[in-house]
């Protein structure tokens, strides 16, 4: 019996408690917008970059543009291969680009988060689209970034020269993870 009247007890002491008291809003952060974060460079056939496996594959570098710290959320932020569903992969939560900085992540089927984070799709040698969408803070998608490329050259990548500007070229030395050479 006595049991029973604390357990009673504990949700009027809890309501007591917070009745008057005065809860912060959730902050909403500045919606990111179209530009902010760029596919900056990709490798889509015959990469030597290697994952925390050992394994070499296919592999996108993003780039941050701004000079703020910009974090991914969990089922807010996606990358495709296909921009006839921007959905296909979910970036994991806890992700982040610091400011004008770059983050790699391995486009190999894998499906998985260890040291890099590993999309549930692969990149075509013959071309595709890359597209790169967030969900803003009313819910709508918004295209950040997007890429259709041809067939690609085996140990080559392409990317924006210099990072995250308007011109794309071929390297014959990938650069994933630094400034595009």
């Not at 992969?89 to 806890?94: H, S």
């Not at 950040?144 to 990072?163: A, M, N, Y």
Request: hydrophobic share 35%.
């Amino acid at each position: 019996m006595r049991n029973i009247i604390y357990a009673a007890f504990i949700p009027l002491v809890f309501a007591a408690c917070t009745k008057d008291r005065d809860f912060p809003d959730i902050v909403v952060p500045k919606d990111i917008a179209a530009g902010d974060v760029v596919i900056n460079e990709y490798a889509a056939s015959g990469s030597t970059f290697s994952d925390e496996f050992g394994n070499t594959s296919d592999w996108v570098e993003l780039f941050n543009t701004t000079s703020d710290t910009i974090f991914i959320t969990q089922n807010r932020w996606y990358i495709s291969d296909d921009a006839a569903n921007v959905y296909k992969y979910a970036f994991p939560k806890d992700t982040f680009i610091t400011p004008n900085g770059f983050f790699v992540l391995f486009a190999d089927g894998l499906d998985t988060s260890a040291t890099y984070i590993h999309t549930s799709f692969s990149l075509s040698a013959t071309g595709e689209d890359l597209v790169l969408s967030a969900l803003n803070s009313q819910n709508q998608t918004v295209e950040l970034d997007s890429r259709t490329f041809g067939p690609q050259v085996s140990g080559k990548s392409e990317g924006r020269s210099p990072d995250g500007s308007l011109d794309w070229g071929t390297f014959d030395t990938p650069t994933p993870g630094t400034s595009n050479q």
